[in-house]
C-alpha cells in the first residue's frame, strides 16, 4: 500500500519520520514504536484493536476501505504513553454496518503512522 511516498507492509510498522528541530529528536527514543493488534481477524462482528502509545501525544486511529476512504474514526484525542483497546462494532461514521471485504487500520502518534490490515467477514 502506497500513500503520499510513504510504503506501508500491513503487518509492521514501517515508516518512522525524522523530526525537523533537534530538541524533539532527543525526545524520541530510537526504537520507538507503535505496536498495532487486533482480534479476532478475520471478524465478525466485532473485532478488538490493542495499540500501544509510546510517548504521550495525540492518537488517530482511522478504519479506511480498500479505495482509501475513511470509514470511521476511532480515536482522535490525547492519550499518555501506555497501552490501549478499543472495539469497532463493523459500523461506519453514519452508524452503518459495512460489508464484507478488507479494511485498513491507520494508527498516527505524533510523527509515528503504523498500518494493520482486517478482514470483515460475513
Given at each position: 500500500?502506497?500513500?503520499?511516498?510513504?510504503?506501508?507492509?500491513?503487518?509492521?510498522?514501517?515508516?518512522?519520520?525524522?523530526?525537523?528541530e533537534?530538541?524533539?529528536?532527543?525526545?524520541?527514543?530510537?526504537?520507538?514504536?507503535?505496536?498495532?493488534?487486533?482480534y479476532?481477524?478475520?471478524?465478525?462482528?466485532?473485532?478488538?484493536?490493542k495499540?500501544?502509545?509510546p510517548?504521550?501525544?495525540r492518537?488517530?486511529?482511522?478504519?479506511?476501505?480498500?479505495?482509501?476512504?475513511?470509514?470511521?474514526?476511532?480515536?482522535?484525542?490525547?492519550?499518555?504513553?501506555?497501552?490501549?483497546?478499543?472495539?469497532?462494532?463493523?459500523?461506519?461514521?453514519?452508524?452503518?454496518?459495512?460489508?464484507?471485504?478488507?479494511?485498513?487500520?491507520?494508527?498516527?502518534?505524533?510523527?509515528?503512522?503504523?498500518?494493520?490490515?482486517?478482514?470483515?467477514?460475513?
Amino acid at each position: 500500500f502506497a500513500s503520499l511516498g510513504h510504503i506501508y507492509d500491513f503487518t509492521k510498522t514501517l515508516e518512522k519520520e525524522q523530526p525537523t528541530e533537534p530538541s524533539l529528536a532527543t525526545e524520541l527514543a530510537p526504537n520507538s514504536t507503535l505496536l498495532l493488534q487486533t482480534y479476532p481477524n478475520p471478524f465478525n462482528p466485532e473485532t478488538t484493536i490493542k495499540y500501544t502509545v509510546p510517548q504521550s501525544g495525540r492518537v488517530r486511529l482511522n478504519i479506511y476501505n480498500i479505495q482509501g476512504q475513511v470509514i470511521r474514526t476511532l480515536v482522535d484525542a490525547e492519550r499518555a504513553s501506555g497501552d490501549y483497546q478499543i472495539r469497532w462494532d463493523g459500523r461506519d461514521a453514519r452508524g452503518l454496518a459495512v460489508g464484507s471485504g478488507v479494511y485498513l487500520l491507520r494508527i498516527r502518534v505524533g510523527e509515528g503512522t503504523a498500518v494493520k490490515k482486517i478482514m470483515l467477514l460475513k
